[in-house]
Every structure is written in C-alpha cells, then in structure tokens.
C-alpha cells in the first residue's frame, strides 16, 4: 500500500492549475522526443542533439545564428501589404494582416538585410513560415527584389532562406508576377556576376520553389527539409501511382540532382564562409 491515498473520490484539478515547468524551458523534439534545455537546444542551432532533427526557424532566428555579434541592418522593415484584390475569405484579407502581426510581431512573410558572416559582406533575405504559411505576396517579392537591388549596387553576395507554402492566394495574380520579378532580379545578380546562394527549409514548396529557390548559383538545404511544388496527396492523385520513399525530402532531391549539397544548421556559417572564399572575389 502507498504511503499516501486520496481518501476524498472524485477530486479534479481543472488544467490551467495543474503545475508544470514554466513554458519554454524544455524542448521536446518532435521527431525522437528526446528532451532538451531550451538553452542548449538554441545553442545547437535548434537541432536535436539525439537525431539532429531541424526545428522549423524564424528569420530572426537565422539572422542570430549566421550574422557575426548578431550585428545587422534590416531593409525596408516596414513595408506591409495592400489589398489590390478587396480580398475576403473567412476573414477580410486587412484585418488577417493585422491579426497576423500582432500575434507574430512581423510585417510579412520575410526579412531582409545585410551585414557579415564570418567577415565577409552578406546580403541575407529570409522568409517567415509563421507568417500567413510563408506565402509569397506582393510584400515579399518586393523585399527580396530590393535585397537583389542592394546586392547589386554594392556587389555584396547574396543568401535567400526560403520556407514557404507558395503564393498567397489572397493576393492571386499579383503574387504569381513575383516569381516574374524575382527571376528577373537575379538574371542581373548573375550578368553582374555576384554569388546568389539559395538555402531551401522545411517546408519550401510551391511558387517560391519554381521561381527565387530553385535559381540559386548553388541550392543547398538542411537535412530533411521537405522541398516540391505540389504537395504529395495532389501528384498521388493525378499520377494515380504510390511515390517513392522519401519522395520530396532534401536527400532525395538531392539524389535526383536539384540540390548541390545539404548542410547541417550547426554549419551553416562555415560552409557559406568557405564557399564564397573559393567562388567570390571580394572588391576592393
Ligand atoms: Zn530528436
């Protein structure tokens, strides 16, 4: 018999007073559900130190990891978005904006900027997930081409993380003309020879993957990382055949030639570091 029985049936503790660790301290990863310190987890890139899975990141996230003293100067940080469209779904497509930064404290779905890696003059753009699904709109096409633009004018290599869903519906027409736009920009970067490297996340798919992501001078990604166009479920459908293993992770795109290499978050900022020291010349 335990030293200690409820003698009272029947007894309920509602769940918002029942005590646990305060929020955030632990990191349970997903994939293994091997336990972390927060503090750790952060300071192994926010990989598992069990399976190395990748936790999803924001571009606040990724500023920190690869700018050296996390020193950087943001482009255009307040750009928001219009509503060419007077769009509506379940929510009018303003107020979905608004709901959306307040309760992610950005603008949009990516963050632009430059500083250095490794001391070395780095343009970085980099999309948000939490932000309406990493959609492509107006807002975002416009940021990256301006990154493109500074680029350019200070001949200073460039860095796109993509993690996307694809085009924002709400904004139709006007954000398929961003993968036009984009396109465009980096056919200049690359007339004008300065190093444009595409990092694909988890997830990037969609218009982001048929435009910016896929046109790097290398396309690399972390290990994982789901990369397509269309999701499973639809190819399934319309082929009407299983899909192989592993189908649309970073590993098997890899193999199937549409990535140059995968590296592990931890090394992300060594790896860029001594890719651009083998093909980028730095001005004088
Ligand atoms: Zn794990």
Known sequence: MSWFTRKDKGIQTPTEAK????????????QCGNIMHTREHKLQAYTCSKCNYHEKIGSQE???????????TELDPTMTSDDPLHFKDTKAYPDRIKATERKTGLKDAVRTGYGQVQGIDMVVACMDFNFIGGSMGSVVGEKIARAMDYSLKNRIPLLMISKSGGARMMEAGFSLMQMAKTSAKIALLDQ???????????????????SFAMLGDFNI??????????????????????????????????????????????????RLAKLLEIIWVKPA
Do not use: M, N
């Open 19 to 30: 005590r646990e660790a305060p929020d955030g301290l632990w990191y349970k990863c997903p």
């Open 62 to 72: 990724y500023f920190e990891l690869l700018f050296d003293d996390t020193l950087y």
């Open 221 to 270: 990604s972390e290990p994982g990382a789901l990369i397509g166009f269309a999701g499973p479920r639809v190819i399934r459908e319309t082929i009407g055949k299983d899909l192989p293993k592993g189908f649309q992770s970073a590993e098997f795109v890899q193999e199937h030639g549409f990535l140059d290499f995968i590296v592990d978050r931890k090394d992300l900022k060594d």
């Open 192 to 210: 004008a020879k300065i190093p444009y490297i595409s990092l694909l996340t988890d997830p990037t798919t969609g218009g982001v993957t048929a």
